[in-house]
């Protein structure tokens, strides 16, 4: 996905482990959310230090660099020497003069006038140097697969997949957008697509289990519908790593909390979060204000299994703040100062978004920026962010310029409206009916998986009527409600957990808009006969303080 588009779309959430107590999640970090893991893109600008690297050279790029991204074959013999390479591979790129063209030209998709169509990057004079390969097709995934099984057999560490668009990226020589016509001669609609990429990469990460695998993947995909869409949820609980090309350097976000905003796009990261995956905020700023606003950003969110980068980073040119670790973090972000702060045992970081006015921020003690400098207070421009290590106490004043924060206090209420027959592993089990109904259009194969579902053949039947055969777990469609008193505006997130055994295990993240009475609500489906607890936290908005509910206990009856 190198050419991403300058758009953002996004919801604001926020990282509710701490907020609303401990919970398990699907990868448990190693490292705090303070610690740097930095990934470079290891091109072949990036050969003279890996070509004949010298044992000091080795060592460098072994401690500085926690991942790379590299290329078989060339790198299949520097394995030896560093084994935390992601191997690259385009998910649906067939070259232009290759082999796999020539041998396999129904691969290629085509456009309704049965003329080839392209991924629509590095275009010229009516071509383009990549065809798009049809995803459709079972035979081509099943080729791409085995490819990336012989080269990943060379010792790396993972697989990084680029162009994992959630949104059709198929034109012409031209660059112009066109509707594919698939493997089975109907159209390729965009929610089929969807579905297509999502079980191509299923199928991916179910034949390289052992693999750490990275998604490039368009966050913004599919409107703002982010992982409530059954396809998306697929593609990243499917990989370790969501690749965010460009990170927050990219120049289309804004500021506030609109479509395009930073807010939106640091909220996606949570959902990815919440689905126990990382992200990587590939930021391409190779200036200091730059990769600080990107790295500070990335604190905001950290679990401790993300990762950043900037350009131009090597062992004659590497920033220090790269260096720095600001240990455990005491909380999730919050606005302060009409910035973005979050605090660390070991420090803070402070962001002003896109568009905001420059602002001077006093600090609540005196601070260490990235270049060792003692400083006070720290002056913000727009789109820029600082690192600061030392002890970061919590300010007695929680807006920097003074004016008073209303505080807030958050309610949450739940209640049942139905109960219907539980999805199948795989489908869409939250959200709106409309969502839920959403899950059942898509791709031929997905309609078919979910008539067998619906309609049983003879066998079933006759097996249900013996009594072989359990009654069906439903699901149970419950309203999540509340009230965040004395606030007009934001957002509350919402961590859900269930009862396993003697303890409670997060299961579902949401995010809902508080509207002008202080409102929210949210529907999500959940398993009957269940025990589950209910956390709301108010993120904060301008003139707002952040708060948080007491935990709300729902047990659901087996019906």
Not at 35 to 43: G, L, N, S, Y
Not at 231 to 254: C, F, K, M, W
Not at 270 to 296: K, P
Not at 473 to 488: E, K, M, P, S, Y
Request: charged share 15%; net charge positive.
């Amino acid at each position: 996905m190198r050419r991403r588009r300058h758009h953002a779309i996004g919801i604001i959430a926020v990282a509710l482990a701490t907020a609303c107590g401990s919970g398990l999640t699907a990868n448990a970090a190693a490292d705090t959310a303070g610690t740097v893991h930095f990934v470079r893109t290891a091109d072949s600008s990036f050969n003279v230090y890996t070509a004949s690297a010298s044992p000091s050279t080795r060592a460098w790029l072994g401690s500085h660099m926690w991942r790379m991204i590299v290329w078989s074959p060339y790198f299949d013999e520097k394995t030896s020497w560093y084994g935390q390479g992601w191997m690259y591979r385009d998910a649906y790129a067939i070259y232009k003069g290759s082999q796999l063209a020539t041998q396999h030209p129904e691969w290629i998709l085509k456009d309704s006038a049965g003329n080839d169509l392209y991924i629509p990057y590095g275009c010229s004079n009516g071509s383009c140097p990549q065809y798009a390969g049809d995803i459709s097709s079972p035979a081509f995934r099943r080729y791409w697969i085995e490819e990336a099984k012989a080269q990943l057999s060379h010792g790396y560490r993972g697989l990084f997949v680029d162009d994992v668009n959630m949104e059709e990226r198929v034109g012409n020589g031209e660059e112009h957008q066109l509707l594919p016509i698939g493997a089975n001669g109907q159209p390729i609609t965009a929610s089929a697509w969807r579905a297509y990429m999502a079980e191509f990469m299923v199928e991916v990460r179910a034949a390289l289990p052992s693999f750490e695998i990275v998604h490039n993947a368009i966050w913004f995909a599919n409107g703002d519908a982010g992982s409530s869409d059954p396809s998306i949820r697929r593609e990243i609980e499917s990989a370790n790593y969501v690749n965010l090309e460009r990170g927050v350097n990219d120049p289309g976000l804004t500021g506030g909390n609109g479509p395009w905003s930073l807010n939106a796009f640091l909220a996606y990261v949570d959902q990815v979060h919440a689905l126990g995956r990382g992200t990587v905020l590939a930021g391409t700023a190779n200036d200091q204000q730059g990769l600080e606003y990107n790295l500070a950003s990335y604190f905001l969110t950290s679990t401790g299994n993300d990762a950043v980068s900037g350009n131009d980073q090597t062992p004659e040119n590497w920033w220090t703040g790269w260096n720095v670790n600001l240990g455990q973090a005491t909380g999730a972000r919050y606005v302060w100062g009409g910035a973005l702060r979050r605090d660390f045992a070991g420090g803070m970081v402070l962001v002003n978004p896109p568009g905001a006015a420059t602002r001077a921020i006093s600090l609540p003690t005196p601070m260490q920026d990235a270049s060792g400098n003692t400083v006070g207070s720290v002056t913000l421009s727009a789109a820029s962010g600082v690192v600061l290590t030392g002890n970061a106490p919590a300010p007695t004043q929680p807006s920097a310029e003074g004016a008073t924060m209303i505080p807030t206090r958050t309610i949450v209420e739940t209640s049942t409206v139905g109960s219907h027959p539980r999805p199948k592993r795989g489908s869409f089990a939250g959200g709106t009916g409309k969502k839920h109904s959403q899950g059942r259009t898509g791709s031929p194969a997905r309609r078919r998986h979910t008539s067998r579902h619906l309609h049983p053949g003879p066998r079933t039947h006759q097996a249900s009527r013996r009594g072989h055969r359990p009654a069906p777990l439903r699901a149970v469609l419950t309203r999540i409600r509340g009230l965040v008193n004395h606030a007009t505006e934001g957002t509350v997130a919402i961590q859900i957990d269930r009862r396993h055994g003697s303890r409670w295990i997060a299961v579902r993240r949401l995010t809902a808009a508080v509207g002008a009475s202080g409102r929210f609500v949210s529907l999500v489906n959940l398993r009957a006969a269940s025990r589950y607890r209910v956390c709301a936290v108010y993120l904060g908005a301008a003139g707002y303080q952040p708060s948080r509910s007491g935990y709300r206990v729902i047990v659901l009856h087996a019906r």
